[in-house]
């Protein structure tokens, strides 16, 4: 039988569950440059990460430390200020001189911090379903406002906003440690571009865990009528939920992003219009979610605000209940949105239609909008 790793304990007259601390032998890192010390430093790194905290932590246990490196420079040669680990806390460098930067990118300068790029040069999404997503959810940003990107969908909510002209005007964070510019989508999610500040992972989430966020962008996987959401397991499949937790139950408000249905959904539009060509196997919206990774009625207690996007209609979470708000354009209330649901929503008296504009081509033209162009007033 193996070791317990959680444990119930009551603190304050209330359960919680104490993950128990478990022993690490060794850590696999990286950074960009050693020298003959073994003093780490990152400069061309994309992503920052916790390389020394994970570092301290093994050490601490007994554990052996292996650093991964694009070079090596003599001692003395790394300015003491760009160390990001330091040597005693190394057991061994490797050396890969042909080291990429991301999964998907050799180098990209803009990724390291070391240049900043037009916002006309960050690769917009391709028009479809993820876009009207992103954008839908893109409506929620207010200047000024200090926002997660989470995972999926939502990394498309930087690339919306610097094809709108509204990136500069709002704070866009995600969890690896970025403060400011634009998070990546794609294959390179996690890294970011024309980035205003740097933090290790932990200091990151000190700060959602403090409740710094104004609106958190995340994706669902599953969502019940409570408003319950799941994230982590799907179709036998568990993917685990990093810092969604700390980051969804802290934010003031909470704007989860996905496609109505899935596998194999495929949509066309039309006219500023929506249809649905190939509907999604599997229903998303269900009586009861595999896993709970946000709760509905807890948030609610907490007095934090939910909505639920996806490319055909709007939910809100109001008086403890999934309430639809707003339907796309074309879409069919009973037969492209009920029949595919495993419950029935509350309904608002009628239901606005979702903007036109988010179905075309086109850029929405957000930064027209009379909330941005106040602020834009006030700078002038």
């Not at 460098?93 to 037009?118: C, H, I, K, M």
């Not at 937790?245 to 194999?264: D, L």
Request: negative net charge.
């Amino acid at each position: 039988m193996s070791e317990p790793r959680v444990e119930l304990i009551q603190i304050g007259g209330q359960d919680w569950l104490r993950f128990l601390p478990f022993q690490i032998d060794v850590a696999f890192l990286r950074g960009t440059t050693a020298d003959e010390d073994g003093n780490i430093s990152m400069e061309q790194e994309a992503i920052p990460g916790e390389m020394l905290s994970t570092a301290q932590a093994v050490r601490r246990m007994g554990g052996k430390v292996i650093v991964q490196v694009k070079r090596v420079a003599r001692s003395g040669a790394l300015r003491s200020r760009d160390v990001r680990i330091p040597g005693i806390l190394v057991d061994h460098v490797v050396v890969v001189p042909e080291q990429s930067q991301t999964y998907a990118t050799d180098y990209d300068p803009s990724y390291s911090g070391e240049l900043r790029v037009p916002l006309n040069r960050i690769k917009p999404l391709e028009f479809g379903a993820r876009k009207i997503i992103a954008r839908r959810a893109a409506m929620e940003l207010r200047p000024g406002a200090v926002c997660n990107i989470g995972a999926g969908i939502s990394t498309g909510i930087s690339t919306v906003a610097a094809e709108e002209g509204i990136l500069d005007r709002i704070t866009l964070t995600n969890e690896q440690g970025f403060i400011g510019g634009a998070p990546l989508t794609g294959p390179d999610s996690g890294a970011a571009q024309n980035w205003s500040a740097m933090v290790d992972q932990p200091y990151q989430f000190d700060f959602y865990d403090g409740g710094g966020i104004d609106v958190a962008f995340l994706s669902f996987v599953e969502v019940n009528a409570q408003g319950d959401v799941n994230i982590s397991r799907f179709n036998g499949t568990i993917v685990g939920i990093g810092g969604f937790v700390n980051i969804s139950q802290n934010a003031k408000e909470t704007v989860f992003s996905g496609t109505f249905t899935a596998g194999g959904l495929d949509i066309a539009c039309e006219d500023g219009t929506l249809r649905i060509v190939t509907e999604g196997r599997h229903k998303k919206f269900c009586d009861t979610v595999q896993q709970v990774s946000y709760s509905g009625p807890f948030a609610a207690r907490e007095g934090r605000k939910a909505l639920f996007v996806t490319e055909r209609a709007v939910f809100r979470l109001a008086d403890g209940r999934l309430t639809l708000e707003e339907i796309a354009p074309g879409i069919d209330l009973d037969r492209d949105i009920l029949a595919h649901m495993d419950f029935k929503p509350d309904l608002v008296n009628r239901p606005k239609l979702m903007d036109k504009r988010l179905f075309a081509t086109q850029p929405m033209g957000l930064s027209e909008a009379d909330v941005f162009q106040r602020i834009g007033a006030c700078e002038d």
